[in-house]
Each structure stands twice: as structure tokens, then as C-alpha cells.
């Protein structure tokens, strides 16, 4: 045992031999966590389960499994001892599953990453994006307060996941303190859930904290987003099994981070004394095509080979430049960045290059149709 250090059933001893009663073990702080199957949601769980949170997932029923991303922390409840990430069925549509499932778990914290969270996807679906991404939270703040009012539970905990697309055409580089100017369906709803978080930490006191996340990926991101689909298209040509991608605006501009990184910036805005708003950003902004460089230039292929530009993928409003001020957070909560936008490339195309080598045998053996694109 270390130096200074106390074992814990060494005080309870201590404490009973003395005539004293011995304390009570230490309860696990529970968090529920809504969007758990996405990119961040799985991350988040990792970091939640090693500190020793109950972790509660909220998931939407599909008729297929969409669990890939937590599968491999995912234990079956029925082994009570281990399992300490537990799904249940809920929707932001259904203001009544999310008012029942906070008062049947009682969260210590509660993190709103669920969203129809894809910008091109929004001007499709723009009814449907608003009423998940704005009324959504809007719900879940809602059914947050009236358990507050009900069990007078005051030390809840909330965390809402913002964008840095709220910022859209206003000039970088953005800080809390810069003006929205929203360019799509998907950002405006996001302003909409800011400033819901903010009227309830303002009108009823909510220990509510907003976090504007820069753009932000990782091995799992979705294969429909920019840097996932190039990273994808380059394992699969580098395989063989494809030979052109087909990308939009490639002098737009993001500050792109490691996914695992900032979701330790939402952690620890709920373990402030007071709760605030926060930029979580690189500080560093590269361009679409500067991704392409990066990724195919690190195994040996040339990007202009295989690129096409197709209009289909340019958004009715482009938002050109982001390019985050975090200098709050890393004052405030002590966080800053650990990979940087070259390390990150890499990492996805490491993993992409290894999942196409695993399609390859699945093509080669008939398995798979290697032809499905160019």
C-alpha cells in the first residue's frame, strides 16, 4: 500500500475495533447517457465505466441491432456483479419513456448526445431534425426538472451536446461568446437546445452545461460523414476493392479532434462547482482536401486519382471555415487535446485498412459483391 494511503477495510476495521460504526460503502455515481450507441456514447461509456460509474443507455427500437459501437463493453445484466452498463428502450419523441426512465434510475448525471446529427441529412429531413435535436432536448430538460420537483433531487446533474455548426458563416475564430448564424436545419435545431439548457439553468437553477464540441472523429464515426468516407474508400482502394469516392466542397474547413479526447471535456463540465458553457476545439482548422492528402499520402497513393467532385454533395448553405477558441476550457477544466489532426488520420486509416482486408476475404469468397460501387 502506498505511502499516506488508506485501505478502505482497513479504516472499517479501525473504526468497528474502536467502538465506532463502520462507514458506509462508497455508492458508484450513475449517469444515463442518451445517443450511448454513437460515436461519442460509446467513448464516454469507456471513460464513465473506468471511473466507476453505472452507466445507463437509452436506445431507439429498430428492427435491427445498432449496438456494434458498445458491443464489446456490453454485458449481460443477468450477470448482476459485472454488468454496469445497462440499455433501455426510449426515444426523444417520447417525452413519457424519458420522464420514466429518469425517475426509475435517478441519475447523478444525465448526457444528451442523441441526435439526428448528419448536416446534409438535415435539409432532407428538416421536420425530423428539429423535433429530435430541439424539442427532443427540450423534452428531456423538461421530464429533468419535473423529477427535480418531484424528488427534490437538486444535485443533478446535465449535459447538453452542442456544435460548432451553430456558428455556421460567422468568422473564426469562435468562442462562447461569438454569435450564431446557424447554415442548416441541423444547426439552427442545435441553437434551439443552447439555449433551452441555458433558460433552464437560469430558471430553475439545473446544474445544465452546454458543450460547443468542434467537428470531432475517430475509427468509429459514421461512414457517411467526410472524413470517415475517406478514410474508408482509402482502405478499400489501397485492398482493391474500390477505386473512386465521390466527395463535395473540398476547401471547406474544420478543426477536427480526436473523439476520445473531447469527451472527457464533457466529464468534467459536470464536476465544476458552477455549470457554464464551453468551446471544446484543437485550435486548429485543415481543409477537406488537406484530410485527402493526409490520408491517401500515408499509404503511398495520390488523392487526385481517385477523387471525383459530385454537386449532389454540396449543401444548399456551405459553412466555410470553423476554427474553435477553447481557451475557456483549457483554463477552466485543464482539458486540451491529446491526438493531433495528423495522428487522428492516421489512426482512422489504420483501422479502415484493416476492416477492408476483413471485406477482402468475405469478396474473395463469395461473400460479398466487391462491385457495388466504383
Not at 157 to 173: K, V
Not at 273 to 285: F, H, L, N
Request: aromatic share 10%; with cysteine.
Amino acid at each position: 500500500m502506498a505511502s499516506g494511503g488508506t485501505d478502505r477495510s482497513q479504516s472499517t476495521a479501525t473504526a468497528t475495533a474502536n467502538g465506532g460504526t463502520a462507514p458506509p460503502p462508497s455508492k458508484a455515481k450513475v449517469a444515463l447517457i442518451t445517443g450511448i450507441t454513437g460515436q461519442d456514447g460509446s467513448y464516454l461509456t469507456e471513460l464513465l465505466l473506468g471511473k466507476g460509474y453505472e452507466v445507463h443507455g437509452l436506445i431507439r427500437r429498430s428492427s435491427n441491432f445498432n449496438t456494434q459501437r458498445i458491443n464489446h463493453i456490453y454485458i449481460d445484466p443477468h450477470n448482476a456483479h459485472k454488468a454496469r452498463m445497462k440499455l433501455h428502450y426510449a426515444d426523444l419523441n417520447d417525452a413519457s419513456s424519458l420522464r420514466r426512465w429518469i425517475d426509475t434510475i435517478s441519475p447523478d448525471e444525465i448526457y444528451n448526445l442523441a441526435a439526428q446529427s448528419h448536416v446534409a441529412v438535415s435539409f432532407e429531413i428538416p421536420d425530423y431534425t428539429a423535433d429530435v435535436v430541439a424539442t427532443g432536448s427540450l423534452r428531456l430538460l423538461e421530464a429533468l426538472r419535473s423529477h427535480i420537483t418531484t424528488t427534490g433531487r437538486t444535485n443533478v446533474r446535465y449535459y447538453q451536446a452542442g456544435s460548432s455548426e451553430m456558428f455556421g458563416s460567422t468568422p473564426p475564430p469562435q468562442a462562447e461568446d461569438t454569435p450564431f448564424h446557424p447554415r442548416s436545419p441541423y444547426a439552427a435545431s442545435k441553437c434551439a437546445a443552447h439555449w433551452y439548457t441555458v433558460n433552464y439553468r437560469e430558471a430553475y437553477g439545473i446544474f445544465a452545461c452546454n458543450g460547443i464540441l468542434f467537428n470531432h472523429e475517430s475509427p468509429r464515426r459514421g461512414e457517411n460523414f467526410v472524413t470517415r468516407k475517406i478514410t474508408r474508400a482509402v482502405g478499400r482502394i489501397k485492398i482493391g476493392l474500390q477505386s473512386k469516392v465521390f466527395l463535395g466542397n473540398l476547401q471547406a474547413s474544420r478543426d477536427w479532434g480526436f473523439a476520445g479526447d473531447y469527451v472527457e471535456a464533457m466529464w468534467l463540465m459536470l464536476q465544476q462547482d458552477k455549470p457554464d458553457d464551453y468551446v471544446v476545439a484543437t485550435e486548429e482548422s485543415h481543409t477537406v482536401e488537406e484530410f485527402l492528402e493526409k490520408a491517401f499520402g500515408y499509404v503511398g497513393l495520390n488523392w487526385k486519382d481517385h477523387v471525383e467532385i459530385d454537386k449532389k454533395y454540396f449543401r444548399p448553405a456551405e459553412v466555410d471555415n470553423l476554427k474553435g477558441d477553447s481557451s475557456k476550457a483549457r483554463k477552466v477544466l485543464g482539458w486540451k487535446p491529446k491526438v493531433g489532426f495528423e495522428q487522428l488520420v492516421k489512426m482512422m486509416v489504420d483501422e479502415d485498412i484493416e476492416l477492408a482486408k476483413r471485406e477482402k476475404v468475405l469478396v474473395d469468397a463469395g461473400y460479398m459483391d466487391a462491385q457495388q460501387q466504383p
